[in-house]
């Protein structure tokens, strides 16, 4: 593979790297004193020509989005979603925990950029050591100015809150985001209003995740052209792409957009291949909600476009979790539909209902107790449910719907083996 220049995770790896001052020495804060000297609205044009584009799952434009914004606005706020509940997701909690100054100086540029006057780092309760490392990094920049009345002298007011929530799946979804930090149960809200019109406290807002955040000052400090120098069109930029499961090299690693998923696998600079030579079964490659490839797709793109070609939601968080063929399918089938059941806020009946039938059917074939007309069940489920046949209020539910669909309908056969030897082997079950 080229080689290609760390970006997001440059600091990574140096001594020190959380403190103010190694975050400075490294060219810290160079690219919020250039922003500072800019326009508002030239930094969101710079950030919309960068086409940067959401890295938390969605893949929206952030620019666009900024620009939603009512231009007679008084209050604003950014709401920073550090929430990262996507299973197996770990990209925002590296650059927190490794580069926590570099968070800030992109939620700075950002809250500039809109003209918010507070912000709101919106961290899963789980996160114990990264919000220790945040808040003395928050502590750091306000007491060098960074953070505050006047910063850096330019006139512009800033305060910075982090607020930690309980560690719902759902709160991921950026109203339902909104609602827990307004101290309500973290329900996804009916859109229209979207939140850039009544969002946080029923005034405009800006929802981003962590990484979407940290491009934003290697946009301002190098230019839009830089940016769109990197990956394919459409996808431009640096990446964090996660690799979990039976690899020899788990782990958080930076690329472009060019990379495909066996190259995160058995790449040398990335998974570097199966453990104890195992074979891949099959891998989820942009967190769980996107769908399942099988071991011949996995020449895949890692980027914005090309999974739709394999029946896939999206990119997703580019979290890939690997399976290995010594695990049943009906394990893998099992799990996934519990999580979604468990995670669903039960708000929208189809959602609140679906993944919960199809956690029971998911179970009865694992157990031993399945049909084959459990494989055709599951697939209308998921075919009747979700934002995209317009039946949810969030996207919850065609996360849930795209792992079960691709399994089933990919791994049908293999399916359809296990449920026919079970039934020969317990007749009795396979009728209960």
């Known amino acids: 593979m080229a080689e290609y220049e760390p970006v997001l995770l440059r600091n990574v790896g140096v001594e020190g790297s959380t403190a103010l001052k190694v975050y400075e020495s490294r060219g810290g804060y160079q690219a919020l004193a250039k922003a500072l000297k800019m326009m508002p609205a030239e930094v969101v044009e710079e950030v919309k020509r960068a086409d940067l584009r959401g890295r938390g ?76 490392i945040m808040q003395k990094a928050l ?55 979207f939140p850039a019109v009544e969002g946080l406290f029923h005034k405009p807002t800006v929802v981003n995740n962590v990484e979407t955040l940290c491009n934003v000052p290697h946009i301002i400090e190098r230019g839009a052209d830089w940016f769109n120098g990197i990956g394919p069109e459409g996808s431009r930029g640096p990446k964090l792409f996660c690799v979990s499961g039976p690899v020899n090299r788990p782990g958080c690693y930076e690329w472009a957009m060019t990379i495909t998923c066996r190259e995160l696998i058995e790449g040398d600079g990335f998974g570097q291949g199966m453990t104890n030579g195992k074979q891949v079964k099959t891998v989820s490659p942009g967190g769980i909600s996107v769908g399942f490839l099988t071991a011949d797709e996995l020449e895949m793109k890692m980027d914005f476009t090309d999974p739709a070609n394999y029946g896939l939601l999206g990119l ?24 979604y059941a468990h995670e669903s806020c039960g708000q929208c009946t189809q959602c609140r209902e679906g993944t919960s039938w199809m956690s029971k059917v998911a179970n009865r074939i694992a157990r031993g107790a399945g049909r084959i007309k459990d494989l055709d069940l599951l697939v209308e489920l998921t075919s009747n449910m979700g934002m995209m046949p317009g039946l949810s209020i969030c996207g919850l539910s065609d ?30 079950k396979a009728t209960a």
């Open 316 to 339: 997703g968080t580019a979290a890939a979790v690997v399976v290995d063929t010594g695990t049943p399918i009906t394990q893998v089938l099992a799990n996934v539909a519990r999580f």
């Open 139 to 193: 502590d750091e920049a306000y007491a060098s100015g960074y953070l505050g009345k006047n910063i850096q002298g330019s006139g512009y007011d800033l305060e910075c809150y982090i607020h930690r929530g309980a560690g719902a799946y759902v709160c991921g979804e950026e109203t339902g985001l909104i609602e827990s930090i307004e101290g309500k149960r973290g329900w996804p809200r009916i859109k229209p209003p």
């Open 399 to 428: 996360g849930a719907a795209y792992p079960i669909r691709t399994i089933v309908t990919k791994f049908r056969k293999e399916l359809e083996e296990e449920i026919g030897r079970r039934t020969a082997d317990q007749p009795a």
């Open 57 to 132: 799952g969605a893949g929206f434009p952030a620019g666009v989005k900024w620009g939603f914004l009512p231009p007679d606005r008084k209050v604003t706020y950014l709401c920073v979603n550090a929430d990262e509940s996507e299973p197996p997701t770990f990209s925002n909690r590296v650059l927190m925990e490794n580069d926590p100054h570099q968070v800030i100086e992109g939620i700075v540029i950002s809250a500039f950029a809109t003209q918010a006057q507070t912000a709101f780092i919106y961290m899963r309760v789980e996160f114990h050591e990264q919000f220790h």
